[in-house]
């Protein structure tokens, strides 16, 4: 019998001390981000998609078209091809990344002999098809360079024989 | 116009729902004795008990027209419904009985209905010369502290009595054959 | 129509793999008597990736980033366990500094594993703040993990030989605030969740495991440390810097789940201290390893690596045969032993009971399924 | 204006045979059911049949209306413990026989 | 035409304008409680809640309401399609008729039956049988599970919850709720009848289906209970019937135990209406700090603890009734 | 894969318009987590980021009562009869977002000798909106919502937030 | 003419009754105008977990549910002839009425007595005999 109240009294208080978080909380200020209404501003090392750093000093990318990091990739899924500008400089003439099959290791970014790549902040990347999630490095770069208000980089030709001049459609920048 | 008008008088709106709780209460009857689902007999069954609350207080008597709703509905109802789950097969159709069997019932329903039908047609009914108009429910709390305070005690009893031997009975099946 | 015998059939109903208890893609196959269970069968694959068959398809590095996907939760400790195991097998010294990073991150994210698991237990439960609360303490441990290792959740931070990125003074003061912060809260779960009278009935005595069943099942982690066996491999195999701190492992003495889940939460207490522990005693000097190779090629051989994790004991087995790609790497899984007693435990239990042992378990499918 | 008496739920007539066929519908589902709890529905029925007349008479001839109230009161009572007792019989029948036919019931001996 | 003003003038009129008045509150009601039930957990919970959708969401519930009402009803196809169907219309029919006997203050009440409180009581036991129709109808093991466990539980929690408001009415006397409220003239019950109070919410959230006793929908272990195989609107009208439950359950503990209309100088309804969305928030608290019961422990909870103290609180109100 | 949906008996501009207004701003999505994205999901609906300021945050655990299915993870060969199966059984109108690169394309886990995976959730089911990432962080999830929105309605606050600073 | 008071009652809850009853059909109706309709081959098929369903649904409930609806059903009746007996209760029967009182529901106390006894509220799998 005594135990019977007990039990009673004691589950009785222990629901009054739950409550009593709750409503301390209740009352503290929210912890929420307003994330479309502020922009959010990434942990330094944060990884979005990969992307050109730009290299201030020269006012373009590094990237000697070494297909390093594509060879690195798990997942294969960057597509470098270089172009010889002269005799020994190789710039890529096409640098697409196909980022929905990306896992952000960062294996690209460490392996890059130039320290051409970095990841970007890039965080609102929600599309409407498949071919949404694809980057084009380099028109992101220049994106990025008529930001800064530098020269752009001219995407190379393509030597003649290779044909196409233009890089394939939508892509994103 | 006008006889729209006497329709949605008390009277015609009494008359009118009238109409409707006797609709109800044959209407479930007739589901709870004839549908082939069980469970349609327990909603069916559920629906006329609604219904006969309702004659219930065109008899005058709210009280018990409200009881019969939590008792039968509520309770008695809900325990059926459990008997059902309890033995899983029953909400299955049975294969119905040999026509003949049913016209025998229809027949036997119908005989006994004409003849009470008939005798209640003989009867005059008289009421009693002095009525009391007292309708209140204190009274019959009165009544069960008083005169029927034998009855009031020993239905408690009954009550306990029945449940243990429900509890039993249920309880005791499969192992104490 | 009914026929005699025909209802004598067994009553099964699914659970899961689309259930939100069942913590992903498990589905338990129940058979039921009434409201109780009388066979309940994990059916798994549901999210099975073929981890181990790409490791065969992989270079080391290449392989790496999956071990942040098996165990989602605590990928730091499957980071750590992988690249000690090649480490091992290709004779890398990792510098001081970096084993303290990999501890104190790892630790960090132990919590966070645990945060998660009482937050989504008590969803289980039916609880819905205390989830709410836990993941507002998870958020503070994401954002010091972002800082170093650039992702919220899956991981991919160590490397053969260190770490790539060091970690900086804000990191550390947020560390310790954060320390102190959760030290705060405890006080709060314990009112709102330990001493809850509702959340003591539903979790005493409930999914009792013996320590003979441990044994038996080759449980491992909380688990087993639930039922009082004080097995933990920070302290029985020790590996990386834990020797040199101070710790206690906790354990329980009924085996219920109420044991199983005071375990984690002592033991977030524990990591706590050894978090503080090495913050306190960090060396400095460098992050990585001075000669690692650009291609890891060990010579033929196997390794075992095993490592703590926050669901129990995660072994890497690696065969090589002296090639760049592994020949085979086999992944011992915490929450695959674990399961494996549900079986057993969740007979004669409320549909109920199941979600709450079925939680306590703390399941990750994909570690399951590999 | 029709006076109250002419209502037709303001006679006793009308209670009664209403009463009277709830009582027929009962009495079918009894004969014609081979489910032992459509039996028991069926037995409800009537005890309602019952309890309708009772309240009629009640209503309209009486002398004191309370006390018809109570007996209808005992009659749910009543009405109640012989469910109970029904259902735990149908129950336990069930589980001896597993069925609730009717006809496989007249089997239980001893 | 004078008869049709006469008729205005009574009954008829006062139906109507009952019935239009009771259809808006239930809707604004229900509207204003998801609403706030969604704002309250969000500040329990440190986060804002619906804020993007109107101001602080405050028309949230009316999207979702429309969503609903634009939604597809699926019928599965091996449901007992008239019960199924039917069922999420019974559930409505309680509800409803409750607000007929509640008075909002004194002069505010539809009909103020001398049989108000059983009203209430009785009709309720229509909600347990549609909440059986919907589980039993919808043929689905989760929904089964969930319409036997509901209506065990309420069915337990009838026993309870009708002995408690018992003792208020001990003291009363009457089955009018305007007479309750008016016995509270010199203080409210909740003083001389702490226990029922306590008694009465626990049995009034276990009523209603709310955590911690929300079993029949218990997410974690039966999906949605047993409405999971309900779509659209046919779910919105459950979940309706549900919010409009819990103001009802609300106002009965306001006139039983806090007063009713009683408090200076706002009008009555004004206090009338601040008690129970008091209540509300109450049974609110509950549900977002609570974790779920077993369910035999709240069976047995209710036979063991609720109805015994609720019998001694009868029994004792009694005897010092009796030595007063 | 194209969605098949049966028109409406009634079909008014104004009203369709007013519908998908409140379709836009009440997606209930479905308690449905695969894998790790899964995480992301929850700590989407959480305090921090808290979905639920959208109206998107009551998680329904049954179909039949969500509009959305938030694919959050990588999709089985064993699991792809089950999506499917539960996005058939959601009520028209219904969306379906996937969420993190394995639901989009099969992710981290697609490679040539891949036996287990399906390579992408529109592969089953048709997707309205994807969200890239391993996993998306919830910030990703909420645009992936928006764009849903957008959508939708044809209209959105989409760009209205695209130049906040 | 005079309707009894009752009636006009039983008028309201009849009404209201119609009226929660159209109330709750409307949306029902004007759903079904204005939803689109989908298709699919599982459509139509009852939802489990997203698994093809094994069995049928109708569960064998345990022994126990149906103990506790008749344990309800007699405390329901109790409960029936109490809400009288409250009116009158005090009404100058000095002691009597609450010792009749105790005394009914004493006896019916017996039953829970009895049934906590017997181990009605411990659920165990199999209750002796089940
Ligand atoms: S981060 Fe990893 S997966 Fe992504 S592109 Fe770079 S190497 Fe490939
Ligand atoms: S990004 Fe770096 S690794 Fe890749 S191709 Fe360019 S230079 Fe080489
Ligand atoms: S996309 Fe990445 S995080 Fe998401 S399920 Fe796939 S592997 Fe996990």
């Known amino acids: 019998m005594v135990t019977y109240f007990k039990e009673i009294l004691t589950g009785f208080y222990s629901l009054l001390a739950g409550m009593a978080v709750t409503i301390k909380y209740f009352v503290k200020p929210i912890v929420t981000v307003q994330y479309p209404r502020q922009k959010l501003s990434m942990s330094p090392a944060y990884r979005g998609h990969t992307e050109f750093v730009l290299d201030l000093e020269t006012g373009t990318h590094r990237c000697i078209a070494c297909e390093m990091c594509a060879r690195i990739c798990p997942s294969q899924l960057i597509t470098v091809e270089g172009v010889k500008i002269d005799p020994k400089k190789k710039v890529p003439r096409k640098y697409v990344i196909e980022y929905q099959y990306c896992s952000l290791c960062g294996l690209c970014v460490e392996s890059c002999p130039t320290k051409a790549l970095k990841f970007s902040e890039e965080y609102r990347l929600a599309g409407f098809s498949r071919e949404d999630c694809v980057v084009d490095l380099l028109a992101r770069l220049q994106a990025q360079q008529q930001r800064a208000g530098l020269a752009v980089t001219p995407r190379p030709e393509a030597r003649r024989e290779e044909g196409e001049a233009k890089p394939e459609g939508e892509v994103k920048g | 116009m006008n006889w729209l008008i006497s329709l949605i008088t008390p009277v015609g709106l009494a008359s009118g729902a009238f109409i409707m709780v006797v609709a109800m209460t044959l209407l479930g009857a007739l589901i709870a004795v004839a549908a082939r689902n069980i469970f349609h007999n327990v909603l069916g069954l559920a629906l006329c008990l609604i219904g006969v609350a309702g004659l219930f207080l065109y008899l005058n008597s709210p009280f018990v027209a409200l009881m019969e709703i939590l008792i039968y509905v509520g309770a008695i109802c809900i325990a059926i419904c459990f008997a059902i789950m309890l033995s899983a097969p029953m909400y299955l159709p049975l294969p119905p009985r040999h026509p003949l069997k049913i016209l025998g019932a229809l027949a036997g329903a119908g005989l006994v209905f004409a003849f009470l039908a008939l005798l209640t047609k003989k009867t005059t009914w008289a009421a009693a010369s002095v009525r009391s108009d007292d309708w209140s429910i204190t009274t019959i709390g009165h009544y069960l502290l008083t005169d029927y305070v034998l009855i009031f005690e020993v239905i408690s009893l009954l009550l306990v009595v029945a449940m243990l031997g429900a509890v039993v009975t249920a309880r005791g099946g499969r192992g104490s054959s | ?90 004779g890398l010294e990792v510098p001081e500094r970096a084993e303290f990073i990999r501890v104190i991150t790892a630790e960090l994210n132990r919590i966070a594993s645990h945060l998660l698991w009482v937050g989504a237990y008590l969803l289980d439960l039916g609880a819905f703040t205390p989830f709410l609360y836990c993941f507002d303490d998870r958020e503070n441990i994401l954002d010091l993990l972002d800082r170093v290792t650039g992702s919220r959740l899956t991981y991919c931070y160590y490397r053969f030989g260190g770490v790539p990125k060091d970690i900086d003074d804000e990191f550390m003061a947020g560390c310790r605030a954060f320390i ?191 | 204006m029709e006076s109250a008496r002419m209502l037709v739920f303001n006679q006793l007539e009308t209670y009664l ?42 209503r309209f001839l009486a002398p004191t209306p309370a006390v018809g109230q109570v007996i209808t009161l005992f009659i749910m009572a009543v009405a109640a413990a012989e469910a109970a007792i029904a259902l735990s019989i149908i129950v336990a029948v069930y589980r001896k026989l597993r069925s609730v036919n009717i006809e496989q019931a007249t089997e239980l001996r001893g | 035409m004078d008869n049709l003003v006469r008729i205005l003038g009574t009954d008829l009129g006062r139906m109507l304008a009952g019935l239009i008045g009771v259809i808006a509150l239930v809707s604004v009601n229900a509207l204003f409680l998801i609403w706030m039930e969604r704002k309250v957990a969000a500040h329990m919970q440190l986060r804002p809640g619906p804020m993007e959708v109107g101001w602080h969401g405050a028309i949230q519930t009316i999207a979702d309401a429309l969503k609903l009402m634009g939604k597809e009803l699926i019928t599965p196809a091996e449901v007992d399609r008239s019960v199924y169907l039917l069922a999420p219309i019974v559930v409505f029919l309680p509800v409803l008729l409750s607000f007929l006997v509640i008075p909002f203050s004194q002069t505010l009440v539809i009909r103020d039956m001398n049989v108000g409180v059983l009203l209430i009581l009785a009709f309720a036991a229509l909600t347990v049988l549609a909440i059986l129709m919907a589980g039993w109808a919808s043929n689905n093991k989760y929904a089964v599970f969930g319409s036997i466990r509901s209506v065990a539980q309420n069915v337990a929690y009838e026993i309870p919850l009708l002995i408690t408001v018992m003792s208020p009415i001990l003291m009363v006397g009457s089955y009018r709720l305007t007479d309750i409220v008016a016995a509270q003239e010199k203080f409210w019950f909740i003083v001389s009848q702490p226990l029922a109070f306590i008694l009465y919410i626990t049995c009034a959230t276990a009523e209603t289906n709310r955590a911690p006793f929300d079993l029949p929908e218990a997410e974690s272990e039966l999906v949605a209970g047993f409405h999971t195989e309900y779509s659209g609107m046919r779910f919105g009208l459950f979940f309706l019937a549900e919010y409009t439950n819990m103001f009802i359950v609300a106002a009965l503990a306001t006139i039983f135990f806090l007063g009713g209309w009683r408090g200076p100088v706002l009008p009555g309804w004004v206090w009338f209406l601040l008690k129970v969305y008091a209540i509300i928030f109450l049974i609110m608290w509950f549900r977002w700090t609570f974790p779920r019961v077993r369910f035999d422990q709240l069976i047995t909870f209710a036979w063991k603890i609720l109805i015994p103290l609720a019998f001694a609180n009868l029994l004792l109100t009694a005897l010092v009734m009796k030595l007063m | 894969m194209e969605t098949k949906t049966g028109e409406p008996l009634i079909k008014i501009g104004l009203l369709e318009e007013a519908l998908n207004l409140a379709r836009a701003n009440s997606l209930w999505p479905m308690t449905f987590g695969l894998a790790c994205c899964a995480i992301e999901m929850m700590a989407a609906g959480a305090a921090r980021f808290d979905l639920d300021r959208f109206g998107a945050g009551v998680f329904r655990p049954s179909p039949r009562q969500s509009d959305l299915m938030i694919v959050a993870g990588t999709i089985s060969k064993k699991m792809a009869p089950a999506v499917v199966r539960l996005w058939e059984q959601m009520p028209a109108p219904k969306w379906v977002i996937a969420m993190g690169n394995c639901a989009i394309s099969g992710g981290p886990f697609y490679y040539p000798t891949q036996y287990a995976i399906v390579p992408g959730a529109d592969l089953i089911i048709p997707v309205d909106v994807y969200v890239p990432g391993c996993p998306p962080r919830p910030e990703g999830l909420i645009e992936g919502i928006l764009h849903l929105e957008e959508k939708i309605t044809k209209r959105g606050r989409l760009r209205k937030f695209r130049d906040v600073k | 003419m005079e309707i009894p008071e009752a009636l006009r009652d039983f008028s309201y809850v009849l009404v209201f009754l119609v009226a929660a009853g159209l109330f709750a059909l409307g949306p029902l109706i004007i759903a079904h105008l204005i939803a689109p309709r989908s298709f699919g081959a599982a459509r139509d098929e009852i939802y489990e977990c997203g698994m093809p369903i094994l069995g049928g649904a109708w569960i064998q409930v345990a022994v126990i549910y149906y103990l506790f609806a008749l344990l309800f059903l007699a405390f329901d009746v109790d409960v029936l002839f109490l809400f009288p007996v409250l009116l009158a209760y005090g009404k100058g029967y000095v002691w009597r009425d609450f010792i009749e009182i105790v005394i009914f529901i004493g006896i019916l106390s017996l039953v829970i007595v009895y049934a906590w006894g017997r181990g009605v509220f411990t659920w165990k799998r199999k209750p002796e005999n089940l």
Do not use: W
């Open chain 3, 180 to 370: 102190t912060r959760l030290r705060g809260r405890f006080k709060d779960y314990d009112d709102l969740v330990t001493k809850n009278i509702i959340f003591i009935k539903r979790t005493r005595d409930i999914g009792v495991i013996s320590k003979e069943q441990c044994v038996r099942y080759g449980l491992t982690g909380p688990m087993v440390r639930g039922s009082g066996i004080p097995y933990d491999i920070r302290k029985s195999e020790p590996y990386s810097v834990y020797p040199r701190f101070d710790f206690e492992i906790p354990i329980g003495e009924r085996g219920d789940i109420m044991d199983r889940y005071l375990v984690r939460i002592r033991e977030m207490a524990q990591s706590l201290r050894i978090i503080e522990q090495a913050l306190d005693k960090l060396p400095d000097g460098p992050i990585m390893a001075e000669k690692v190779p650009k291609r890891i090629k060990p010579a033929a051989g196997e390794v075992y690596q095993a490592v703590e994790t926050a669901r129990g004991e995660f072994g890497c087995y690696i065969v090589s045969e002296g090639d760049i790609k592994p020949y085979r790497i086999k992944l011992r899984v915490p929450s695959f032993g674990n399961l494996s007693i549900l079986p057993e435990i969740a007979v004669d239990t409320l549909v109920a009971d199941l979600v709450a042992i079925l939680g306590s378990i703390d399941v990750v499918v994909p570690e399951i399924d590999r």
């Open chain 3, 1 to 90: 129509m009914h026929e005699p015998g025909q209802e004598e059939k067994t009553y099964v109903l699914n659970f899961g793999p689309q259930h939100p208890s069942t913590h992903g893609v498990l589905r338990v196959e129940l058979q039921m008597e009434g409201e109780f269970i009388t066979k309940a069968a994990p059916d798994i694959g549901y999210g099975h990736r073929g981890h181990e068959h790409m490791a065969e398809n992989r270079n080391y590095q290449q392989f790496l980033p999956n071990m942040g996907r098996v165990d989602y939760l605590h990928a730091l400790a499957y980071n750590q366990g992988y690249c000690m195991a090649v480490e091992k097998l290709t």
């Open chain 4, 17 to 58: 045979y209403l009463a009277l066929m709830l009582f027929a519908i009962g009495l079918y589902g009894v004969l014609a059911r081979r489910n032992l709890i459509a039996v028991l529905i069926s037995v409800e029925l009537i005890l309602n049949a019952a309890s309708i007349n009772f309240m009629a008479f009640n």
